[in-house]
């Protein structure tokens, strides 16, 4: 015999409280996280442009006076400490899950307060919540639990946040260097734009995290056949990359990982009770209105 509906509201009750404790637990790990992060990624940034002008393309560094090479130094540095800024801009765009789960976010996972959402950014994000109310204004039998899809939608906007600022200073940190001739000035922006958002899958270089390896072709345009062929070597900050040259990150990334993987077990969970408690209800509505006269 099936669960009753007592009982199974009972179950989701547990789970409610099970999913909110894990939610709780991973905010704090990626608080670390982010704490180790931040430094790795300078770092990081700093050594794929030391990579850059003295192994790659030493003979431009070397033509650059000594202010120029300080003023480029500069610069680069100054991208590394803007990193937790623009975190902030991307994750104040992300709706949180529940209020009780995280606090005062994203200021409580960065430490910095994010630069004012432009009002443009707002009327859309109003919209589409808006639009999401209408779209699920339906009969909703489990408002009042957490459903562990949202939690985890959540860490995964998190995730890509930190891709995108990846890209973002990536992008930044090329065109210092463009801007001090030390990568060929022909790369066409949009060329290295898009092997930056494909960077998961673009050619890295086994010696030199964080590089990316692409080919440059000049087309002549009254033949139509390829004029020059130009060799790049150009920064692609990787998260992979950048937690697996670092212990620290690497052991926050397997605890991260195992709640994950616990909250996934949770989600089936959630599928499963749910999907017994409205054929419960279902089946106690129909016997409720079902009469034997015609």
């Not at 060329?191 to 930056?196: P, T, W």
């Not at 697996?244 to 959630?270: C, E, H, N, P, W």
Request: charged share 25%; net charge negative; aromatic share 6%.
């Amino acid at each position: 015999m099936g669960k009753s509906i007592k009982q199974l509201r009972g179950d989701l009750t547990v789970l409610d409280t099970e999913v909110r404790l894990l939610g709780k637990e991973l905010y704090s790990l990626y608080e670390e996280y982010i704490k180790h992060f931040t430094p790795v990624v300078a770092k990081q940034l700093v050594l794929a442009s030391y990579q850059i002008c003295t192994q790659k393309y030493p003979d431009s560094f070397l033509a650059l006076s000594y202010q120029q090479k300080v003023d480029l130094q500069g610069k680069i540095k100054g991208l590394g400490k803007g990193f937790l800024i623009k975190l902030s801009n991307y994750l104040v765009e992300i709706d949180v899950p529940d209020n009780n789960l995280v606090v005062d976010f994203p200021r409580s996972l960065t430490g910095v307060i994010p630069q004012e959402v432009p009002s443009e950014v707002n009327s859309l994000q109003a919209g589409i919540q808006g639009l999401s109310a209408e779209i699920s204004s339906g009969v909703n039998l489990f408002s009042d639990v957490l459903n562990p899809d949202d939690v985890l939608h959540f860490y995964d906007e998190i995730e890509d946040s930190l891709g995108e600022v990846l890209t973002e200073i990536s992008s930044r940190g090329n065109d210092l260097l463009k801007e001090y001739n030390i990568l060929p000035a022909q790369i066409p922006a949009k060329v290295l734009e898009m092997a930056l958002k494909n960077r998961d899958n673009s050619k890295g270089i086994a010696d030199a995290p964080n590089l990316l390896s692409l080919v440059v072709e000049k087309e002549d345009i009254s033949s139509k056949e390829i004029k020059d062929i130009t060799p790049v070597v150009a920064m692609c900050l990787r998260l992979g990359e950048i937690e697996f040259g670092d212990t620290g990150l690497s052991a926050d990334r397997r605890r991260i990982v195992a709640i994950m993987d616990k909250l996934v077990d949770l989600q089936r969970r959630y599928q499963r009770i749910t999907r017994l408690y409205a054929i419960a209800q279902a089946e106690s509505q129909w016997r409720s209105c079902w009469s034997e006269e015609s």
